[in-house]
């Protein structure tokens, strides 16, 4: 079992930045691969970037791609999400989610565990 506490989300304004943090629970956090979905209100979650077991591999949705980026401290049991350059369509809650069933997913059902999210809005 193992649950996720994500942190850092807020208001900024339009290029600005923020770094979500998220924090696991449990002694197996190293052998998950951890990623990071966003749901805007009245759509659909979807996928933002995820990162592998190691932290040697990642892979972002074309919409974030230069702008965000994963990462995992495994002696902390936490995976971050750097947001740059923001804009008003990256407004969401963004929600932090683990998988062990492989190196690392874009779909959401891949994710055994999610995090209850963190708001962030940009305004423009």
């Known amino acids: 079992q193992v649950q996720l506490v994500e942190s850092g989300g807020g208001l900024v304004q339009t290029g600005g930045s923020l770094r979500l943090s998220c924090a696991a629970s449990g002694r197996t956090f190293s052998s998950y691969a951890m990623g990071w979905f966003r749901q805007a209100p009245g759509k659909e979650r979807e996928f933002v970037a995820a990162?592998?077991?190691?932290?040697?591999?990642?892979y972002y949705a074309d919409s974030v791609k230069g702008r965000f980026a994963i990462s995992r401290d495994n002696a902390k049991n936490t995976v971050y999400l750097r947001m740059n350059s923001l804009k008003p369509e990256d407004t969401a809650v963004y929600y932090c989610a683990a998988g062990r069933r492989g190196s690392m997913s874009t779909s959401s059902t891949f994710y055994d565990y999610w995090g209850q999210g963190t708001q962030v809005t940009v305004s423009s």
């Open positions: 990162i592998n077991w190691s932290g040697d591999s990642e």
